[in-house]
């Protein structure tokens, strides 16, 4: 078990630049899932795929956030036409579909729109 | 507003002493986690409570989870420095199939020497 991997751990960009982020889950969770948190809050919820299927959406995540796991192993997380409001640590967290719903998050990506 | 209420947000304690954070809500949980963050990473799991009225220890960590399975606590007894973090509480609606997670704001714990 070597956890959720994250990369890259922190990306800067400029305003209007697009940036993919990747996420490796825990090998045997079928259960992906991207959240997004911002200075002084908790994660809050952006997408969820169960193997490759995308099953759920949060209206957080606008026309210019988009996310695929393709071989329902690893998933990314590509946000287009960056806006300041964007900066936030990207999280991605993996679970077992008959393990209840703990949750196992990796160390995140931080990203920082100028 | 939040799906779950947690409180206080901000704790500063000396070494030693007890406290304790809420985690409320007037929605019904099948599942309850808490996390501890440190700045810059992702949260870390501590426990998860599944059952209502169910009590359970992590060394000088106890966790409860309401018998309405709607609230939790985290009672830290004898807080040490390495103890400083950011606490969450997560749950998982009664009803959902999906397992999305709502989270707390977090209580920032501060444990002096």
């Known amino acids: 078990d070597t956890g959720v991997s994250q990369d890259p751990r922190h990306k800067i960009t400029k305003r209007g630049q697009n940036v993919t982020f990747r996420c490796d889950p825990i090998s045997e969770h079928n259960r992906l899932y991207w959240y997004r948190q911002t200075l002084g809050q908790g994660p809050e919820f952006l997408t969820y795929f169960q193997n490759e299927a995308q099953l759920e959406k949060s209206r957080l995540l606008s026309d210019r956030f988009s996310a695929e796991r393709p071989k329902g192993s690893f998933s990314t997380l590509e946000i287009q036409r960056t806006e300041q409001g964007d900066s936030a640590m990207y999280l991605c967290?993996?679970?077992?579909?008959?393990?209840?719903?703990?949750?196992?998050f990796g160390p995140g990506t931080r990203l920082l729109v100028l | 507003t939040q799906l779950l209420e947690q409180s206080p947000q901000f704790l500063s304690i000396q070494e030693g002493e007890n406290l304790t954070v809420y985690c409320n809500s007037s929605s019904v949980f099948s599942s309850l986690q808490w996390y501890r963050q440190e700045p810059g990473e992702g949260p870390v799991l501590l426990v998860t409570?599944?059952?209502?009225?169910e009590v359970k220890k992590l060394k000088r960590l106890t966790f409860q989870f309401g018998d309405a399975r709607k609230d939790s606590s985290l009672h830290i007894t004898a807080a040490q420095p390495g103890d400083t973090g950011l606490y969450l509480c997560a749950g998982a609606l009664r009803g959902s199939t999906l397992g999305r997670l709502y989270f707390g704001r977090g209580t920032q714990l501060t444990v002096w020497p």
């Open positions: 967290a993996s679970s077992r579909q008959t393990g209840g719903e703990t949750q196992y």
């Open positions: 409570v599944v059952t209502g009225g």
